[in-house]
């Protein structure tokens, strides 16, 4: 083990986001002027400015606006913020597991809104008087049920046999493009057990668990996970913290993916019409604490000859960053060419390389 792990740049998506950060101040000067209805307008502006051109009434305050397999009915009416979700139809599906575990995504993960049973069909639901409907708190609300739509349509479909009241709006990828995704895919897997098999061997076991966790964000980074494979990557990532058997569980969710076969694959590989993002905007300012921490960590570990635990700290925290965020156009850039640059090389060759990026973002 010489050689720093190899780079795969993500085959499609977009890794900026579309969320327009300089809408924010507007959003904010609205709610400090107690003009509700207005803010709730900039936070779409902010979001998509397509919003309100196409999905909202003539009036303005009713919106039906699509995101992957569900529509968010939103309707700001008698001083009353409301958002409707139509999920799933459980007609003709497994209802009393189904329903348990309803009832327990209730409690967990969902905070805000909750899931209701309406004749037979499972939606989420949130309403608020519109003098509450303080920014962050309505950002909140649409993502928290944009996100877990997504994440669990597919499981209620796949476990439960519900069933999708909305068609999901997907762009499936190209045949060539499923034939990269699974070759990338399999020699990251294969490129993660052979580090953690020789980091076992030395009894390396903290290096083999950040490789491991390595690996998956890859994987997430390279194929930019959808579906039911992006829920079964996740959970490999938090059980991969688990105090017993977190390896293991993650090996399994590599032997599990391989031997699914490119075809399972390719029905997780496509871009879906999003109107939340899951992931969180940022920008370098936001970050620059931690990239400077990062730098010194690894500096640290640079000078002192450790080469391998100098990558390992910068291979851990900026594959992180891109499994958490989206990020500046030029920040994305400055990242993807250190991580291209430094691929493949020796452990002494890239930490030099990874340093030099971390530091041109928090010297910037």
């Known amino acids: ?5 190899k780079f795969y740049r993500n085959l499609h998506g977009n890794l900026q986001g579309t969320l327009n950060t300089d809408k924010w101040e507007e959003v904010m000067m609205a709610w400090n002027n107690k003009q509700y209805h207005k803010t709730i307008l900039n936070l779409f502006d902010y979001v ?10 003539a009036s303005l305050t009713e919106f039906s606006i699509p995101h992957g397999s569900v529509v ?20 003709e599906s497994l209802k009393l597991p189904l329903l348990r575990r309803v009832a327990e ?4 993960p969902l905070t805000l809104a909750q899931i209701k049973l309406n004749k037979d069909k499972l939606e989420f639901q949130y309403t608020m008087p519109l003098p509450m409907a303080e920014p962050f708190k309505v950002y ?13 349509d597919d499981e209620f479909r796949e476990k439960f046999k519900a069933k999708n009241i909305v068609e999901p709006k997907v762009t499936y990828l190209q045949p060539d ?16 057990l052979s580090y953690i ?26 194929l930019q996970t959808q579906g039911f494979l992006k829920n079964e990557l996740e959970t490999a990532i938090e059980n991969t913290h688990s105090a017993t058997g977190g390896l293991e569980k993650g090996k399994d969710f590599f032997s599990k993916l391989k031997k699914g076969g490119k075809d399972a694959l390719a029905k997780n590989l496509y871009q879906a019409v999003t109107f939340i993002p899951e992931k969180w905007r940022t920008n370098l300012h936001h970050i620059k604490g931690g990239i400077e921490d990062a730098y010194n960590n690894a500096e640290y570990y640079h000078k002192n000859l450790n080469y391998l635990a100098a990558c390992n ?23 993807l060419e250190g991580l291209a640059e430094s691929s493949g090389k020796t452990w002494k060759e890239a930490s030099a390389i990874l340093s030099t990026s971390l530091k041109k973002l928090f010297a910037n």
């Not at 083990?1 to 792990?5: G, K, R, V």
């Not at 998509?48 to 009434?57: L, Q, R, W, Y």
């Not at 968010?72 to 007609?91: A, E």
């Not at 700290?313 to 990242?335: P, Q, R, S, W």
């Open 48 to 57: 998509n400015p397509e919003i309100i051109k196409v999905f909202g009434n």
């Open 1 to 5: 083990m010489t050689e720093s792990i």
């Open 72 to 91: 968010l009915n939103i309707s700001m009416h008698d001083s009353y913020f409301k958002v409707t979700c139509p999920f799933m139809d459980i007609s």
């Open 140 to 152: 909140e609300v649409l993502r928290e049920i944009c996100k877990y739509a997504d994440w669990y």
């Open 105 to 108: 995504l209730n409690f967990h």
């Open 177 to 192: 493009q499923v034939d990269k995704a699974w070759e990338q895919t399999n020699a990251i897997i294969d490129e993660t």
């Open 313 to 335: 700290a910068m291979h851990f925290y900026i594959y992180d960053l891109f499994y958490k965020n989206n990020l500046d156009a030029h920040v994305n850039e400055i990242l």
């Open 197 to 222: 098999h020789y980091f076992e061997s030395q009894r390396w076991y903290g290096y083999a668990s950040d490789y491991l966790i390595i690996g998956l964000k890859r994987i997430d980074l390279l």
